[in-house]
């Protein structure tokens, strides 16, 4: 049980789900799924995409390793080189080597753990191009899954170009403040060397292909993936093919990413089909226990690792090499973005915290990424009370290992669930919070409709309906016109509401809301916690902020100690490097003046 301060415990869980074990090798962090009880010879390797793709699938994958669990098959899946936890490098050499070099290590790493030295290969993306390559150079590939394959690099490219635009344009960022050097898609940039070789790849070439069984997940509308499977049967191997159901829905957007199940079907079916079975004469050879070694960088050392009751949280704990000189930044995740965070956010930031001496804490809250779900949980997690447990568990294990005092950091969804930890959980000494949609949520509302249709600030909308692109793409019908409409009326009437504060007593639906607001941050001012108030000039949650704190913010003089930034020409996820550094040097003073308390 926690200590005095923390939330109320709320008694032991049942039935509960392990997240994968961690390990580490060749720089960077694998999750390993041993297999419940093993039936097979044969292990899984994911090669996963790369980008936002990837952070679309990581749930996804970890679906996957848990049915190939069950069904008596261990698996693995890693960070290539330079990506998500693993640590940055400096030369990424030529072509592809750097990520096939990182797959083959990991290959070696399943094969030890698992004793298993037969492999099967499930890729997406541009992880089914690595796939490819290292099953060239490794013995005993019983099949390779291609789900989406990438098989025109030009093609991807180009996808990947208009794939980037349209996230930019979803988050409302100006030609100016998107990212357009190199290929970059969702603040993150492939490296150029990488690039070059992706350019040059066409599969459609291929002579020769080391698995003896393919599967190939072909996408709506996309012929190419079927011409590719029709190609691979010309060069000898067994292949499957099926429609990849759900991809769309999988990678439109993580908030409201749909899980491809019937596609896990298909795969994990496939894969049974064809793994070489446990044999009563062959003996399994474990040649090591899973462990998490340190990854040691410039100035930090990270370590991977499973907390909370039945392990059933994993994260990443970044310590300073040198002497400790702040607080416990605990880094909530934002929807469900994998706790790297959107474009490495909370990679850079928690490294760059512990060169200035500040431990940090990131992982995936129930349901999110890595981490499985509550036993009973429903499947929509995003301002459910029961994430407050996930961050009760973090604390405690900040206690346990001795790292308090902390404070909790997170943006939108995760900045909501920043201020309702701070309020429930005694040991959190300092909040900073960066574009809450809101304070308040009211339970009964669909959170999934709300997400879908988030609107933007007036502001916002006036700035895009004032560009000739916007309006052409709204003639041409790429807009969902009622639902625009729908966002303005709401947007109105918000305001309307702000307009009339005086009026807020004799409308009872909202001030019940705003009475809950206004005495959660009494109670935290009671307590004396850092409050840091971060909002994007034109963000919708400032619209939300005002509604309680008034339009010239004059409502924080009851709160001297409250600071409140707001940040010009940016937007939601703060992509422009210096509304990252007002972010950075918001969390690094505070680590350092509740340390100094």
Known sequence: ???????????????????????????????????????????????????????????????????????????????????????????PGEGLALWEGTALAAAGMLRSLSGCERLILVSQGLGSVVALDIAEQLSGVDGIAFLAPTISGRAYLRELTVWSKMIDEGMGLTEAQRRAEGVTIASLQMPDSIAAAVKKLNLMTLAHISAPDCLVLTRPGRPGDADFAAHLETLGPRVERSAYEGYDELVSNPTVATMPLEAGRKVLDWARSIATEESATASRRILRAPRAEPLIGDGFRETPLRFGEGNRLSGILCEPTGT?????????????????????????????????????????????????????????????????????????????????????????SGGYLAYQSAIQDGRCGGLITVNPYAFFWDETQPVEEALRFVPRSLETYGQKFLQFETLKRLYGGQIDAKSAARNIVVALARRAVRLGRPLLGVLPFFAGEHETVINGFRSLVKRQVDISLIYSAHDIGLDHFREHFGEDAAGLKNFPDIRLTIIPDTDHNLTPPYARKVYLREVKEMGLRLWRR
């Open 1 to 91: 049980m926690a200590a005095l301060g923390a939330a109320e415990y709320q008694g032991p869980l049942k039935d509960v789900t392990p997240a994968a074990t961690p390990v580490t090798f060749a720089g960077t962090v694998g999750l390993f799924m041993p297999a419940a009880a093993p039936t097979s010879q044969t292990a899984v390797l994911f090669l996963s995409p790369w980008g936002f793709e990837e952070m679309c699938t990581r749930k996804f994958w970890r679906i996957l390793a848990e049915d190939f669990a069950k069904e008596g098959i261990a698996s693995l899946r890693f960070d290539y080189a330079g990506t998500g936890d693993a640590l940055d490098v400096d030369d």
């Open 324 to 412: 400790r000189a702040g607080a416990t930044a605990l880094l909530l995740t934002t929807a469900y973005d994998r706790h790297a965070g959107w474009g490495r956010m909370s990679v850079t930031m928690a490294r760059t915290l512990a060169r200035d001496g500040i431990p940090s804490l990131r992982f995936d809250t129930a349901n999110v990424a890595d981490s499985p779900p509550l036993p009973d949980a429903q499947e929509q997690v995003l301002y459910s009370p029961a994430q407050l447990q996930d961050v009760s568990a973090a604390l405690d294990l900040l206690e346990a290992e001795k790292l308090l005092p902390a404070f909790a950091v997170g943006r939108c």
